[in-house]
């Protein structure tokens, strides 16, 4: 039997008859991710966990650690890996001097792993791929949290010769990033999270730009555990709130769930919700009373010093640390700057293991923006500049981050000056209109239908 699973956070099964491929695998119910900070919101059954593990290949989208699971990962020493053909590869490497079997991909050609299931894999510039997966021919198109930067057009139009086409991708309220924002009045800022967009909507975007004709909410299924995260937990997103504002054109699909792709009979599936129980930070190794010592600081501004683009844009990065303030400076002339609030240990250790995203997305660490909006802004990007192309392209200087730049424009063309432009303008547009304002979702309504 030919068929297609998904489970867990952003993990697909496909079989043909036996299970052949499993995306990334991560065992959130047992393993947690950001220092501990998170963790699955269902456990996943039993049995699925098998065929995960017995599946032939196994194919990480990107390294954060919802994906890509450093506990999980030893699963899966026996397992054939694949991955994108990410520009500096440093997954590949790590990987391979791990001593797991793994191999690289083709960008944007197909491969064929078995009789009846051939994919394709789609890199895009922030360190995050697209899959492609054909079965019997029907088409899932898994978007993961890459979306379809510099690759719509390109899906649309392989799609497009698809009678049965899905899409799975990452919709929810928006806690999937950092929203741990403070003012300088130490006063927390409220996320856009806390007005509980509508989230069909954000599926029918996904639909519309990939031409796929049904869609399946994915890449959302997480839950926080440690006491400094535990308030967002009210920013997650339940079940039921997927298919709120669906279009009456998309064909809509509940999470957890089996398609035949010989039929095209799904079956529903209840995984039993993940019970937490609130885990203090000592328990990962996290003591807000220990402060940094001299070595560390020296590790830090090594860190920061080849990233050329924050160098320019701030005047300086804090970290406030057991208490104790610790300024990194940068630009005299600048006035912008960060203030990052958090614990020693999983600092030091994002620090040396080149991990800085896991401190933003794990939401405990406390950030204060001075006169800047967002960590998106400008040139400096601090995001994009020390977190997808430095850390994980392993781009760090201005010239690095340039020719790691045109290696992505070469392989999409003009839909990569399209993307770069889609995320400036969002960064532009969200200094100066709320994102859930009547204004702005016209904007973007009109964006979507000439795209």
């Known amino acids: ?18 299970p052949i491929l499993a995306t990334d695998p991560w065992i959130g119910d047992e393993d947690s991710a950001y220092f501990g900070s998170w963790v699955l919101s269902h456990k996943i059954p039993l049995n699925l966990k098998k065929d995960i593990s017995n599946s032939q290949f196994i194919w990480f989208s990107h390294g954060h650690p919802d994906h890509l699971n450093s506990i999980s990962l030893q699963r899966y020493k026996k397992n054939k890996i694949i991955l994108p053909d990410h520009v500096g590869s440093r997954i590949f490497n790590d990987l391979n001097n791990l001593g797991f079997d793994v191999e690289i991909l083709p960008d944007r050609k197909w491969v064929e792993l078995s009789k009846n299931i ?10 995050d791929a697209v899959l492609l997966i054909d079965i019997c021919g029907k088409l899932f198109i898994n978007l993961n949290d890459s979306g379809a930067r510099s690759c719509s057009k390109y899906i649309r139009k392989i799609s497009k010769s698809y009678i049965h086409s899905y899409v799975l991708g990452l919709a929810g309220y928006g806690d999937a990033d950092m929203i741990n924002f403070y003012d300088e009045n130490d006063l927390i800022i409220k996320p856009y999270a806390a007005t509980k967009p509508l989230v069909g909507k954000k599926l029918n975007n996904i639909a519309r730009i990939t ?11 997480h839950q926080y555990q440690r006491s400094d995260s535990i308030w967002a937990q009210k920013y997650t997103t339940p079940i039921e709130a997927y298919s709120i504002g669906i279009s009456e054109e998309i064909n809509y699909i509940e999470p957890f769930c089996t398609i035949d792709c010989n039929d095209l009979v799904v079956n529903h599936y209840k995984p039993e919700i993940l019970l937490i129980k609130t ?17 560390d600081l020296v590790k830090i501004k090594e860190y920061f010093s080849r990233k050329e683009k924050v160098n320019a844009y701030f005047n300086f990065i804090n970290f406030r640390v057991g208490g104790k303030d610790n300024f990194i400076s940068m630009n005299r002339n600048s006035k912008k700057a960060i203030t990052f609030s958090l614990p020693r240990n999983s600092l030091m250790i994002a620090i040396e293991h080149k991990i800085f995203d896991d401190l933003l997305i794990g939401n405990f660490m406390k950030t204060t923006l001075h006169n800047c909006e967002s960590l998106y802004e400008g040139d400096g990007n601090f995001n994009f500049n020390v977190t997808k192309y430095g850390d994980n392209g392993l781009a760090e200087t201005t010239e690095e981050i340039k020719r790691y730049l045109q290696e992505y424009k070469k392989r999409s063309g003009i839909e990569f000056i399209i993307s770069l432009f889609e995320d400036k303008a969002r960064d532009f547009l969200g200094r100066f209109l709320d994102s859930d304002s009547l204004t702005f979702h016209k904007i973007k309504s009109v964006y979507l239908s000439i795209k």
Do not use: W
């Not at 051939?118 to 360190?127: H, L, M, P, S």
């Open 1 to 18: 039997m030919q068929r297609l699973t998904t489970t867990g956070n952003a993990t697909i099964i496909a079989y043909d008859h036996l």
């Open 118 to 127: 051939k994919i394709q894999c789609i890199t895009t510039y922030i360190q």
């Open 211 to 221: 031409g796929a004709k049904t869609v399946i909410p994915f890449s959302s299924f």
């Open 279 to 295: 885990k203090r930070p000592e328990i990962f190794g996290d003591n807000y009373s220990d402060q940094l010592d001299s070595l």
